[in-house]
């Protein structure tokens, strides 16, 4: 289980899989980024083991690992790095 500071609030969130959790998502191409907005999923996989490599590890910065594996709750799969999720109040 991971425990991240909340850099807003100051708590420490907790991910694990089976997890609900909220993300910026968007199918929209010509969406920034930053105006994403927020799905709702459960977490399905922890990639862990796996990571921590950086973009220059790969000899590329595009399809990079991701810590999760998210199952929104529109039927997309997606995957992140926990400073990238929230709680699900």
């Given amino acids: 289980m991971s425990m991240n500071p909340d850099p807003k609030g100051g708590r420490r969130r907790r991910f694990a899989v089976g997890t ?3 993300t910026p998502h968007s199918l929209d191409a010509e ?3 930053d105006r994403w907005p927020l799905a ?3 977490i399905i996989e922890d ?3 796996s990571g921590g490599l950086s973009p220059e590890s790969f000899g590329r910065d595009w399809a990079l690992t991701r ?3 998210i199952a929104l ?3 997309n799969l997606i995957f992140r790095d926990s400073e990238d999720l929230d ?3």
């Fill in 20 to 22: 609900r959790v909220r």
């Fill in 31 to 33: 969406l920034p980024a």
């Fill in 40 to 42: 709702s999923g459960v």
């Fill in 47 to 49: 990639f862990a083991e």
């Fill in 67 to 69: 810590r999760w594996a």
């Fill in 73 to 75: 709750d529109d039927g």
């Fill in 87 to 89: 709680d699900e109040w």
